[in-house]
C-alpha cells in the first residue's frame, strides 16, 4: 500500500472515479434498473478505492442512496466492484441513535405490575451495614443483617438532591417565585431526615399543591401557614359617620291656617298689631 502511494500519478484516483457505468451496472443487478437513480457523487475511500452514490428509488427509503464501492490494485489492474450497499443520505429519514432499554426507562414509566431491578453496580446504592477499618466488624454486621440491604450512596443523594431543586418544587419554579414565603419556616413542612433535612422536606398542606411532595426548603406557594391577608370591606365608607342613635329628633308639624285668609295675610296682620 505505501508503495502504491509513492508510485501513483493519479490514473488508479481517475479510473476509480470514471468507473460510473461500472458502478451503475452493479446497482442494478443488485436492486433492479428502476430502484436505482441518478448519480450523485463519488467519494474517496483510500488510495484504491472510491464509493459511488446513486439515487435510491426504493420505496419507503426516500432520500437514500445506493452506495457502490470499487476498487483497483494499481495502474495496470481493472476497476472491479467491492461492495453494492443502501446508506441514508442527508435528507434521509433514519431511526434515532440506539439507547439501551435501562437508559430509555423515565419517571412514570413504570405502571402496575411493572417491575424494574436496578444494576448490579448502582452507584446510587451501597450496602447498608457498617463499613468500618475493621474488616471484622464489616463481616460481622454483613452477616446479622443490620438494617436495609442498600441504601442511598452519596453520590445517589447528591444526584436526588439535584433532581429535587430543579424540579417543579423546588426554589426557581414559578410558584416559588411568587410565593410570599418559603417553605422552610412554614408550619406545614415535614423535614426529611439524615443529610437531606438541610434542604428538603415534604409539605404536609393538603391544600398546596405539593401536599405529599418532596419540596426545597425555598419552594413555597401561597398556603404558608404565616401567611395572613388583612380583610377589609369592598364597600367605600365614608371618613365621618353619624350614630342616629344618639340623635333626639322631632316631628314637624303643617302650620294652621283659617279659612280665606292666607298665612302671608295672616302674618302681616300680626305685624300691624
Same mark, same amino acid.
Request: net charge negative.
Given at each position: 500500500? #505505501?508503495?502504491?502511494? #509513492?508510485?501513483?500519478?493519479?490514473?488508479?484516483?481517475?479510473?476509480?472515479?470514471?468507473?460510473v +457505468?461500472l458502478?451503475?451496472d %452493479? %446497482?442494478?443487478?443488485?436492486?433492479?434498473?428502476?430502484?436505482?437513480?441518478?448519480?450523485?457523487?463519488?467519494?474517496?475511500? $483510500?488510495?484504491?478505492?472510491?464509493?459511488?452514490l446513486?439515487? %435510491?428509488?426504493?420505496?419507503?427509503?426516500? +432520500?437514500?442512496?445506493?452506495? !457502490?464501492?470499487?476498487a483497483?490494485?494499481?495502474p495496470d489492474?481493472?476497476?472491479?466492484?467491492?461492495?453494492?450497499?443502501?446508506?441514508?443520505?442527508?435528507?434521509?429519514?433514519?431511526?434515532?441513535?440506539?439507547?439501551?432499554?435501562?437508559?430509555?426507562?423515565?419517571?412514570?414509566?413504570?405502571?402496575?405490575?411493572?417491575?424494574?431491578?436496578?444494576?448490579?453496580d $448502582?452507584?446510587?446504592?451501597?450496602?447498608?451495614?457498617?463499613?468500618?477499618?475493621?474488616p471484622?466488624?464489616?463481616?460481622?454486621?454483613?452477616?446479622?443483617?443490620?438494617?436495609?440491604?442498600?441504601?442511598?450512596?452519596?453520590? +445517589?443523594?447528591?444526584e436526588?438532591?439535584?433532581?429535587?431543586?430543579?424540579?417543579?418544587?423546588?426554589?426557581?419554579?414559578d410558584?416559588?417565585?411568587?410565593?410570599?414565603?418559603?417553605?422552610?419556616?412554614c408550619?406545614?413542612?415535614?423535614?426529611?431526615?439524615?443529610?437531606?433535612? %438541610?434542604?428538603? +422536606?415534604?409539605?404536609?398542606?393538603?391544600?398546596?399543591?405539593?401536599d405529599?411532595n !418532596?419540596?426545597?426548603?425555598?419552594?413555597?406557594?401561597?398556603?404558608?401557614?404565616?401567611?395572613?391577608?388583612?380583610?377589609?370591606?369592598?364597600?367605600?365608607?365614608?371618613e365621618? !359617620?353619624?350614630d342616629?342613635?344618639?340623635? $333626639?329628633?322631632?316631628?314637624v308639624?303643617?302650620?294652621?291656617?283659617? #279659612?280665606?285668609? #292666607?298665612?302671608d295675610?295672616?302674618?302681616?296682620?300680626?305685624?300691624?298689631?
Amino acid at each position: 500500500m #505505501t508503495l502504491l502511494l #509513492t508510485l501513483d500519478d493519479g490514473s488508479v484516483e481517475r479510473a476509480l472515479a470514471e468507473a460510473v +457505468g461500472l458502478a451503475r451496472d %452493479a %446497482a442494478v443487478e443488485e436492486a433492479g434498473a428502476e430502484q436505482v437513480g441518478a448519480h450523485v457523487g463519488v467519494s474517496r475511500e $483510500d488510495a484504491v478505492s472510491a464509493s459511488h452514490l446513486f439515487e %435510491a428509488n426504493v420505496p419507503g427509503y426516500r +432520500g437514500w442512496r445506493w452506495s !457502490v464501492t470499487v476498487a483497483s490494485a494499481g495502474p495496470d489492474t481493472p476497476v472491479t466492484i467491492s461492495e453494492v450497499v443502501l446508506v441514508p443520505g442527508p435528507d434521509a429519514l433514519i431511526a434515532p441513535q440506539w439507547v439501551p432499554w435501562e437508559r430509555r426507562v423515565r419517571a412514570g414509566d413504570l405502571g402496575v405490575g411493572d417491575i424494574l431491578p436496578p444494576d448490579k453496580d $448502582d452507584p446510587r446504592l451501597v450496602p447498608a451495614y457498617v463499613q468500618s477499618d475493621d474488616p471484622a466488624v464489616e463481616e460481622v454486621a454483613h452477616e446479622i443483617g443490620l438494617g436495609r440491604v442498600h441504601v442511598l450512596s452519596r453520590y +445517589g443523594r447528591e444526584e436526588a438532591a439535584t433532581r429535587w431543586h430543579r424540579g417543579e418544587f423546588g426554589p426557581r419554579s414559578d410558584m416559588a417565585r411568587g410565593a410570599p414565603a418559603h417553605c422552610g419556616n412554614c408550619g406545614f413542612y415535614l423535614p426529611l431526615a439524615g443529610s437531606l433535612r %438541610a434542604a428538603f +422536606g415534604v409539605c404536609g398542606n393538603e391544600i398546596a399543591p405539593a401536599d405529599g411532595n !418532596v419540596v426545597h426548603a425555598e419552594y413555597g406557594c401561597g398556603a404558608h401557614s404565616e401567611v395572613e391577608v388583612e380583610v377589609t370591606s369592598s364597600v367605600p365608607v365614608a371618613e365621618l !359617620v353619624y350614630d342616629d342613635s344618639l340623635l $333626639d329628633t322631632e316631628p314637624v308639624g303643617e302650620p294652621k291656617t283659617e #279659612t280665606g285668609v #292666607t298665612p302671608d295675610a295672616e302674618t302681616a296682620s300680626e305685624s300691624a298689631e
